[in-house]
């Protein structure tokens, strides 16, 4: 019984600006994790924030998921 896979990348606009943004994206996590295996310190205190305010951790993780959202709606709309 033969299995197929389908990819969603080897369409029509395999080099669109989500696939980009997407590889940029892990690239950009890789990295971050890397500083941090690198240097022992998280990626806050590199940037010199030792002790960051709650207030400003929720709104950064908020401030991601909704563009996180806004960029997977506008990318299910133009199919």
Same mark, same amino acid.
């Given at each position: 019984?033969?299995v197929?896979? &389908?990819?969603? #990348?080897?369409t #029509?606009?395999?080099?669109?600006?989500?696939?980009?943004?997407? &590889? =940029?994206?892990m $690239?950009? /996590?890789? $990295?971050?994790i !890397? $500083?941090?295996?690198? !240097?022992?310190?998280?990626?806050?205190?590199? /940037?010199?924030?030792?002790?960051? =305010?709650?207030? +400003?951790?929720?709104?950064?993780?908020?401030? $991601?998921? +909704?563009l996180?959202?806004?960029?997977?709606? #506008?990318?299910?709309?133009k199919n």
């Amino acid at each position: 019984m033969p299995v197929t896979i &389908r990819c969603e #990348q080897s369409t #029509q606009e395999g080099n669109s600006l989500d696939v980009w943004l997407g &590889r =940029l994206a892990m $690239v950009g /996590f890789a $990295v971050a994790i !890397t $500083v941090e295996i690198a !240097t022992g310190k998280g990626l806050l205190e590199n /940037f010199g924030l030792t002790s960051p =305010l709650p207030t +400003v951790a929720l709104a950064v993780t908020a401030l $991601v998921g +909704v563009l996180t959202a806004v960029f997977i709606f #506008q990318s299910a709309s133009k199919n």
